[in-house]
């Protein structure tokens, strides 16, 4: 499986920045996927992750009602579209697939869950 982010850039505070991530190498329907972001000098951390068939999403507390994920499984691509932007929300942002789907929706947010990684997309948001 190969993922590749894109769509990442400078945004001022407050502004509105949409994420892309592109996939190939196996049957993409059946992926559970995510969206991760990591800060300087933090861990990676989970931002949203959405099923195979995209019918549930899930959210971290801090994005939940500002970020949307969703994903097109005809175009092989998912997308997270961000608004409010904060400051604090500068990080690396990474796609995710999973080889499975999982029974609980703690298991979404684990990082080591998912096995399939993207290179990552940089987005700095100025204040």
């Known amino acids: 499986v190969q993922l590749q982010a894109s769509g990442g850039g400078l945004v001022q505070a407050g502004g509105s920045l949409s994420l892309s991530c592109a996939t190939s190498g196996r049957t993409w329907g059946s992926a559970p996927m995510g969206w991760f972001r990591q800060a300087p000098g933090k861990e990676r951390e989970f931002v949203a992750a959405?099923?195979?068939?995209?019918?549930?999403?899930y959210y971290s507390n801090s994005v939940k009602g500002r970020f949307t994920i969703s994903r097109d499984n005809a175009k092989s691509m998912m997308y997270l579209q961000m608004s409010s932007l904060k400051p604090e929300e500068t990080a690396v942002y990474y796609c995710?697939?999973?080889?499975?789907?999982?029974?609980?929706?703690?298991?979404?947010?684990?990082?080591?869950?998912?096995?399939?990684w993207g290179q990552g997309t940089q987005v700095t948001v100025s204040s």
């Open positions: 995710a697939a999973a080889s499975r789907s999982f029974a609980s929706e703690r298991a979404y947010y684990a990082t080591g869950n998912y096995p399939y």
């Open positions: 959405i099923w195979s068939n995209g019918a549930r999403t």
